[in-house]
């Protein structure tokens, strides 16, 4: 695997997060973290998107039904996908064209707000493109970030990218949102569309699946939910069962 590849986190986002926080004195009741793309807005995939501005959406399907298969690990997906981005010759000012067309889904930003005002703390975990996702994910209030980015050359075309999230891996994540927070596990509220987030729903303490359905989960720790603004519902009911 090249060196452009190998795992690294987005330190900049840790940074300036540790910098918000650094004046707070309400303790957190703990931190509820968001998978982005299907979840937070309503883009299937973000690396999905940065395809379709050369109308090569089957070939990203083909990409990501080879991973899903198990034909090839994640770090050769993003290889390959590198080599069609620098093929097809992405650049900077595509990324910011598909940016200004970028929404979040309507409650985010209220849903968001009123966890804050519940006592947690709120995160986003997402395998997606930082170029594309981050300023969107920020301007809900979203401090914590960690995805995924893309690197140019001199001429502005997509060279390479850094991997900071794993979609199979999103655990490791949560461990390192925890010791950032100084949170047990038992505190994390994980909120996801894909089964590429189930690695982070076996990780918390809860989970909610953001696909369309209602009611608990059989393991009961996890529901399902068909709209954002059923999160901080959930979280006061697991609140109230803690207290019984």
């Known amino acids: 695997m090249r060196e452009d590849l190998q795992n690294t986190y987005i330190a900049t986002h840790v940074l300036c997060y540790i910098a918000a926080v650094g004046a707070l004195v309400i303790v957190m ?3 509820v973290i968001f998978d982005v793309d299907g979840t937070l807005d309503d883009e299937k995939s973000s690396w999905r998107l940065l395809y379709s501005t050369r109308d090569q959406v089957a070939l990203s399907d083909q990409r990501f039904a080879a991973f899903a298969a198990g034909d090839i690990d994640y770090e050769s997906l993003v290889e390959l996908t590198v ?14 064209q598909l940016k200004m067309n ?4 309507p409650e985010a930003e209220a849903v968001i707000k009123k966890l804050k005002e519940m006592g947690w703390e709120v995160a986003a975990v997402s395998a997606g493109v930082c170029n594309l996702i981050d300023e969107l994910v920020s301007s809900m209030g979203i401090v914590l970030r960690f995805c995924n980015s893309l690197e140019f050359d001199e001429s502005g075309v997509v060279c390479c ?3 900071a999230v794993n979609p199979t891996k999103k655990d490791v994540v949560i461990d390192d949102i ?3 927070l100084s949170l047990p596990l038992e505190a994390v509220v994980t909120v996801g569309d894909h089964a590429m987030d189930f690695s982070m729903f076996r990780k918390s303490g809860h989970y909610l699946v953001f696909d369309g359905g209602q009611g608990p989960c059989d393991d009961g720790i996890g529901g399902h939910i068909s709209s954002l603004k059923e999160v901080p519902d959930w979280i006061e009911r697991w609140e109230n069962q803690k207290r019984t």
């Open 161 to 163: 990218a850094k991997i």
């Open 29 to 31: 009741k703990g931190v």
């Open 102 to 105: 970028l929404r979040p889904k």
């Open 178 to 180: 925890c010791r950032y």
């Open 83 to 96: 080599e069609d981005l620098r093929r097809l010759k992405l650049n900077r000012k595509d990324i910011d």
